[in-house]
């Protein structure tokens, strides 16, 4: 069964971070799943072509990193909107089009990043 609501995929490896945004996102219509690192998150992307949204830490653990995974995202997958989380300096390298959101964000800052262009399709 195909959902009409738009998929996200949060890649964070702080568990209770995670929680947070899929609360957030969940409130604002979207039905969420989780990766704690690149590796995870590649096999959720292949495994949901749905996926229409990442949220991802830009400092996850392991050989890739969260912008790694943001860039090849991009190039494979240019529909899914990105967004990058960063609790210290703010990455400036980011691929065109992706959004950078300070850690900690308030509600309302996620919803802002990614309500208008996905939802406004559905």
Known sequence: MTSSRPAALIVDDQPFVGMVASDILKESGFRTFHAYDASDAAAVLEEHPEIELMVTDADLPGDVT?????????RERPQVQLVVTAAGRCPTDVPQGARVLRKPYATGELQ???AKPLLAEV
């Open 112 to 114: 802002t990043l990614v």
């Open 66 to 74: 969260g912008l790694d995974l943001c860039r090849r995202v991009s």
